[in-house]
């Protein structure tokens, strides 16, 4: 089963960043477009932003322009640098892999980002 570990969050204040990482807990990584998704609690999961294997990427339109998503496919880790950030209700950032645009991995325990002053 391919699973992630998520880590990096915390909390920054507004218009500050955060750059956060997952990485593969058993499984192989290259292969497959890996996606960030965010959710705060009582609502549903939002994607965030995807990267492919060839280093393609898309960006939900609330972030464009402040968030960037790459990867290091040497260190089977997916980044999400996240710039600008905004006030907002904490929020459980979660990566997964992706398939034919749907998850094809096991959600982690995300990591939680908090803006606030």
């Known amino acids: 089963q391919v699973q992630f570990v998520e880590s990096g969050g915390g909390l920054v204040q507004p218009g500050g960043s955060l750059r956060l990482s997952c990485a593969p807990s058993?499984?192989?990584?290259?292969?497959?477009?890996m996606g960030w998704y965010r959710q705060v609690p009582g609502k549903q999961r939002e994607l965030v932003a995807t990267?492919?294997?060839?280093?393609?990427?898309t960006y939900a339109d609330s972030v464009k322009g402040r968030f960037s998503i790459s990867r290091d496919n040497g260190k089977n880790t997916v980044y999400l640098q996240m710039n600008s950030l905004k006030s907002e209700y904490p929020a459980v950032y979660y990566c997964?892999?992706?398939?034919?645009?749907?998850?094809?991995?096991?959600w982690g325990q995300g990591t939680q980002v908090t803006v606030s002053s």
């Open positions: 997964n892999a992706r398939q034919f645009g749907s998850e094809i991995g096991t």
């Open positions: 058993g499984s192989i990584f290259r292969i497959y477009t």
């Open positions: 990267i492919t294997s060839g280093g393609s990427t």
